[in-house]
């Protein structure tokens, strides 16, 4: 493998050639795969932004194209590029790209539905310029859809039903989304599924056929990811965990804490009393935050919403034992003051040191946790460096417990992480 300077980002020609020759890229396959097959590209897919909201609507249009009965065009993932590991000076190409296949494994990257499943696989967005020369798309544009339809404030079912009627109805075998030009009001060129329908609580009504889509059910994390996983693990055992534990996840509470960027952004959300963000807010969790009638915010107002935003260092102590305390009670039916169960506590921070510092003092002197970072993760090469949200992601998802922060998209602990945990306490934490 190359790529294995951390100073120099990855060329990924590895995983670009395996990406390459996907079986499903064999134009002679017969239907609904192949020349003859159908398929459709969101072109109207965001950019340029964090990588947990991208991956939110990656796994909604796969699920859309998935019930259209359409191959799904996954793209590589495009940085916005004060995020990226490296200095502008280093990058290879601007925007700098991650393959979505470094990231996430499944259906969405290309990978095979479960045996017996005749839909289409996913295709590269190379292949879709091979399969689907331009004479052959049909582009149907968003804000039009939008206009005819006034999917404007409405549901995510609702939006995702229309959709999929256009899809499954349009006779074409290549049909392209896209956004309009930048000359159109700023309202039209938002995504199909837009921040009205993640942040406002519009998108829960998908909860039930999402979380059983195959979309989610085979969501996984990429063998780059777990391979960086599988090496650090025991960081997060214990002396006095079992021999014959089954993992060293089982004993760990993974907390999302965020500070730097976050100390302006919170203030921002506060002044419009946002609620938590996408299946955060789904009532059967745990921790729920119900914001205000409208108008002004009160003080009182504005300090409740930021002990979920940004949460002081007590607050989140306190948050932090109330849940061990009550997943030992609840799922392991011990009541115990001393003799904990959960010993382990994985952070999961952009914090800087001095704060980092002075917090895991505290942790470890006072509340006796053994704590482990995800800036004590080693990692190997490049690949690794480039893909380090999504290692961190992972570890949070394996975790016994996760302590989130529901202000925030965290998207791959949903919805197949929220099923497959035995427990989940979303708590508008700190990334």
């Known amino acids: 493998m190359e790529d294995l300077d951390l100073n120099t980002p990855p060329r990924y ?15 002679s396959l017969p239907f609904p795969e192949g020349s003859t097959g159908r398929y459709v590209k969101f072109s109207s897919q965001r950019t340029r932004v964090g990588w947990n909201n991208v991956l ?24 916005g590029q004060h995020h990226y590991p490296w200095p502008l000076y280093k990058t290879w ?8 296949g470094a990231l996430i494994a499944g259906p969405t990257a290309g990978g095979s539905w479960e045996e017996g ?14 399969v689907c020369p331009e004479d052959r798309i049909k582009v149907i544009w968003t804000h039009e859809v939008k206009n005819e339809f006034k999917l404007r404030w409405v549901t995510g079912k609702r939006i995702f039903d229309v959709w999929n009627k256009i899809l499954l109805e349009a006779p074409e075998e290549c049909v392209e989304i896209r956004p309009p030009s930048k000359d159109i009001e700023q309202e039209d060129r938002t995504p199909l599924f837009d921040w009205t329908v993640w942040g406002g609580g519009m998108i829960l009504d998908m909860w039930e056929e999402f979380k059983n889509s195959p979309v989610s059910k085979l969501l996984k994390a990429s063998p780059i990811v777990q391979r960086a996983v599988e090496r650090n693990q025991w960081l997060l055992k214990t002396s006095s965990a079992s021999t014959e ?10 907390v999302h804490i965020r500070r730097g960027d976050y100390l302006d952004h919170c203030m921002h959300l506060a002044k419009y009393d946002s609620p938590f963000e996408s299946w955060s807010g789904l009532p059967w969790l745990p921790d729920r935050y119900e914001p205000s009638s409208g108008g002004n915010r009160t003080e009182t ?12 260092n007590e607050q989140i102590m306190d948050k932090i034992t109330q849940v061990r305390r009550e997943y030992e009670l609840e799922v392991l039916g011990k009541n115990v003051l001393d003799d904990h169960f959960i010993t382990t506590l994985y952070i999961l921070t952009n914090a800087k040191s001095k704060w980092l510092d002075d917090f895991i003092k505290d942790l470890v002197k006072t509340h006796q946790w053994k704590v482990v970072t995800n800036q004590d993760i080693h990692l190997e090469n490049a690949q690794e460096k480039d893909v380090g949200m999504a290692i961190d992601m992972e570890f949070a998802r394996k975790s016994a417990i996760f302590l989130g922060n529901g202000v925030r998209p965290f998207p791959s602990l949903s919805p197949i992480d929220l099923n497959a945990h035995t427990y989940v306490y979303i708590y508008s934490g700190v990334l």
């Open 245 to 254: 534990s089954r993992s060293p996840f089982e004993r760990v509470l993974a």
């Open 13 to 27: 020609l590895d995983l670009k050639e395996i990406q390459k020759n996907l079986p499903q890229h064999n134009l």
């Open 301 to 312: 107002e504005t300090r409740a919403f930021l002990s979920h935003c940004l949460p002081t």
């Open 93 to 100: 190409e601007l925007p700098s790209r991650t393959p979505l």
């Open 117 to 130: 499943d005749t839909a289409p696989r996913s295709i590269h967005v190379q292949h879709w310029n091979t």
């Open 56 to 79: 939110h609507e990656v796994l909604m249009l796969n699920h859309l194209a998935y019930k259209s009965h359409r191959a799904y065009v996954f793209q590589d993932y495009i940085w």
